[in-house]
Every structure is written in C-alpha cells, then in structure tokens.
C-alpha cells in the first residue's frame, strides 16, 4: 500500500498505462462499509482511503484520469450529494506524491460540500485537480489550452455526477477551455453567459467574515485595525480594496509572486500597504502583530508549527483547509485565545457567484447580493455569527460547530434531485466508465 500511495503522480499514470487503462475509479459502498477499488490491483488504494481518517469522510467516489499530455494525473472528487450534484473549482497544482493529491482532493471535496450547505445551495460537494508537473510547459498558452480541453472530456464523461469551476492555479481562460468540452462547468467567462472570475465576490464575503467575527469578539469594526495576509493572487488583491473601504488602518501582505506584488504595488501605491516577497514555505508573515490574519494562500498553514506564534487575535481567511488537523489545531487555537473563523464559513462567495448562473444573471443580482447583507437571514455575516455563537454556548470550536451545522444541512435532499449523483455513480460503474 505505502508503495503504491507513497509514488509520484506521473509513476501513478505509469502504473495506469501497465494495466492498460486511462481510469480508475473508487467508490464508497455504504452497505458493506468498504472502498472499491475499479481495478484489482489499485486495491492498496482503497484500502488507504478506508485508513486515511482524516481525510476520508465516506466520499462517494474519486474519479481518475491519465491525461495524453506529459502523463498528467487528473481527478474529480465526490463528497455528498444528498443536497444536489457535487460542485467545486478545478486546481491545478504541483504534488509530489499521489497521497498528497489524494488526501488534497479529499479534504477540498468535503470543505465544498460544507460550504454550499451553509451558504444554502442546493449543491454538494466536489473538487476538480489537475497535477502541475514541473516538466510539463504549463506556461504555454497552447499547452494549457488542450489540457484544459481535455479536462472537460474528463468531466463530460461522468454524465454530471461532478460539476466544476476555477480555483487555485486555473484562470478563466483556461475555464473557456473546460466550457467548449463539456456542459458540466461554473464561472465560464461572461462572453459565453457565465459570471467570470469569482476572485472579487471571495474576497467581500471573506471581509464580511471578519467584521462578523470583531463584532462577536466584543472589538468593534474593521476600521483602524491592522489585518496581515498571506497570498496576494486574485482573491488577495482584491481583499486589500475590500479592507482599505472598510477603513483598517495598515495591511500587511506576503507572496511568493513578485508578480502579484508588483500589480499590488502599482494599484495601492498610496495606500498603507506594505508588501513582502518570500520564498515558498515561508511563513513569517502569520507570525505578524496584527488584529486579524487572513491565511489566503494554500492549505495546512495552521498547524502546531505556526499556532504558537500567531499574534493574531482573528484568524480569518480565503485560503480552504486552512488548519493541517482540523480538530487538533482548532483546539490548538482555542486554547491560545484566538477566535478563527473556519474557511468555509467565510470563503463561500466565489461559488455562490459562480454556482447557479445557468439560471441567468442580473446587474444588481439579489441571489448574490443579500449574502452580503449583514442584516439577511444566511448572510455570511449571520452565519458565521451563528457559528461562533454555536461554538460558544457548546464549549466547542467554530471548527466543529461549523462542519456540525454544516453536515446538518448536508443531509436536506434536493427538493427534485435528491440523491440522483449517487445514482449516476452507481451507473457509471455499473457500464465500466473505468475501462472506457
């Protein structure tokens, strides 16, 4: 098993081609309690899945697939769609192990499921990954173009059990690619009727959060606070135009990107902004004296590493998975005094503005509008209300009175399609999708 888990993603794919296959699926059987594996040797696969309780929440399929390009590993992964079909954004990014991409895909599926629960969507939970490997010229706009192309196949061929939109490491043009290979797509570019780059709506609803959260703290607005960010790319960016509206009085930021801080620089160069570029691993910003750290980057950053030397009296942020071991470090947290505000209470605004736009859109759109809305029953505003209330009154964290609202509402079956995804699973294995 280790062997297997432990080997790179282009190995995986190699291992693929051995037992002459582009797919592989694995699905939860809830009868038998087990994970299936689609091919007899890939059973080390489904047995570490059962083994992985951290991440593993009984998902109900993870779909594989090895691209033609520079043997590229893609995936789509299904958490629970009691609620409606799985949707989440597509990431394309760089792992070193197949374990890593596993365990990622797993916990972003779960962290989406919740997130839509909460913000009253009639959608589950799922993620899209496409591996980023080092060797491949994924700068190359012709590259990307047919990788993107043929992710959209990928995803044509589950007949919907997955919906996907953009996330870390896809740009909408590289979304326009999905959409012209599959009907199954959020936040395609407005000039094909989608709702476009979700970046700005993450970043307000993320902003909401925090002035939720100072309020609940007993320390008033945003305005004169000093707020420390780590990740500047599309939803950082514009959460400094956010927070600088909202009147703080400096912003901290740090990126790996000299990019992305060059384009911050020119557009708040009279701001209090001050701007650092590290290299990758380097978390010094989260240990800044600030009033509020929003960790906007990747996952894990929270952790017993970084915990003890948080200044912060807030954690709030864009990033998704935020805290290494979602119990351990929230009660690492907790016992430190900082109050933080699970991810997917505050991040749910890029796919609330992206996840019904098959249902048209207006300027002034109310759908989106009102979860901004401090005072709207649902809004991000009240929900994380509600949530640190919970957390409060239980003796709990916000982590655990979070996912256990969140898995409340998970189990509402859509009011036509209830539980449908799981029947196109059932199909899809059933008409050997994995040998196709």
């Known amino acids: 098993m280790a062997s297997l888990v432990s080997q790179s993603p282009s190995r995986f794919c190699e291992t693929l081609k051995q037992l002459g296959t582009r797919r592989a699926c694995l699905t939860f059987d809830p009868k038998e309690r087990r994970v299936v594996a689609s091919h007899p040797a890939l059973n080390p696969l489904a047995e570490w899945l059962l083994s992985n309780t951290r991440d593993f929440a009984e998902h109900e399929a993870v779909f594989l ?9 893609m995936g789509a992964f299904v958490h629970k769609t009691v609620r409606g079909q799985p949707q989440g954004g597509l990431r394309f990014w760089p792992y070193d192990e197949l374990d890593h991409f596993l365990s990622d895909g797993l916990r972003l599926a779960q962290g989406m499921g919740r997130k839509n629960a909460l913000a009253g969507l009639w959608w589950g939970g799922g993620k899209g990954v496409i591996v980023r490997n080092p060797d491949a010229p994924f700068q190359n706009e012709g590259y990307r173009a047919a990788l993107y192309r043929e992710y959209g196949s990928f995803i044509s061929s589950l007949n919907g ?23 199954f797509v959020s936040c395609v570019p407005a000039e094909v009727g989608g709702s476009g780059n979700p970046s700005p709506a993450t970043a307000k609803g993320v902003v909401c959060s925090m002035q ?26 514009a959460m400094v135009g956010e927070l600088l509206a909202a009147g703080v009085a400096r912003i901290a930021a740090a990126d790996i990107s000299a990019a992305n801080l060059e384009a911050a620089r020119l557009r708040f160069q009279d701001a209090p902004v001050s701007l650092h570029l590290v290299e990758r691993g380097d978390d010094h910003i989260l240990t800044a004296p600030c009033d509020v750290l929003a960790p906007n980057a990747l996952g894990g950053v929270l952790n017993p590493t970084t915990i003890p030397k948080i200044q912060a009296k807030i954690v709030c942020g864009a990033a998704n998975n935020q805290l290494l071991d979602p119990e351990r470090d929230a009660q690492l947290l907790a016992a430190r005094g900082i109050l933080c505000v699970p991810d997917f209470v505050a991040n749910r605004m890029g796919i609330v503005n992206c996840a019904n736009e098959q249902y048209g859109r207006l300027s002034e759109d109310p ?39 969140a898995d409340e509402l998970s189990q509402t079956p859509h009011p036509i399609w209830g539980n449908r995804t799981q029947h196109i699973i059932d199909d899809l294995v059933r008409t050997g999708w994995a040998n196709g």
Not at 65 to 73: M, Y
Not at 172 to 178: E, I, K, R, T, Y
Not at 222 to 234: C, D, I, P, R, S
């Open 161 to 183: 059990a997955y919906v996907t939109a953009e996330d870390v490491g896809t740009r909408p043009s590289d979304m326009a690619n999905v959409f012209a290979t599959t009907r």
């Open 65 to 73: 697939q090895r691209s033609e390009l520079s043997d590229t590993l």
């Open 367 to 405: 759908a989106i509008l009102r979860h901004f809305d401090k005072h709207a029953p649902g809004s991000v505003f009240q929900v994380t209300l509600e949530v640190l209330r919970r957390a409060s009154e239980r003796g709990e964290t916000p982590t655990m009175a979070a996912n256990l609202l």
């Open 212 to 237: 939720a959260s100072l309020e609940f703290a007993g320390l008033g607005s945003l305005e004169g606070k000093t707020v420390a960010m780590q990740g500047l790319g599309n939803v950082g960016a």
